[in-house]
């Protein structure tokens, strides 16, 4: 079983593995600022915060079916 703290540690390693606009946009929404808020903060547009965000989420979906399947062959 994960903790709580494992958890935000493996996510941590996972986000700073990303490059740094997509890791800077993610944490962002993470404190639940807006795209709109995001957008403004980086000086960058809507549209380039959603493609962070998607590429970002995929990069987070990937990480947890790969340690989800390491996991399943050790256990």
Known sequence: DFS??????WLRKVIEEMPPKRREVI??????????EISLKLNISQNTVKKH???AYAV???AVKSDL???SIFF
Request: net charge positive; aromatic share 8%; hydrophobic share 45%.
């Open 4 to 9: 709580n703290k494992e958890l935000q540690a």
């Open 27 to 36: 944490l962002l929404s993470m404190k639940r600022m807006t795209n709109d």
């Open 53 to 55: 965000k998607k590429e």
């Open 60 to 62: 987070i979906k990937a």
């Open 69 to 71: 399947f390491i996991f």
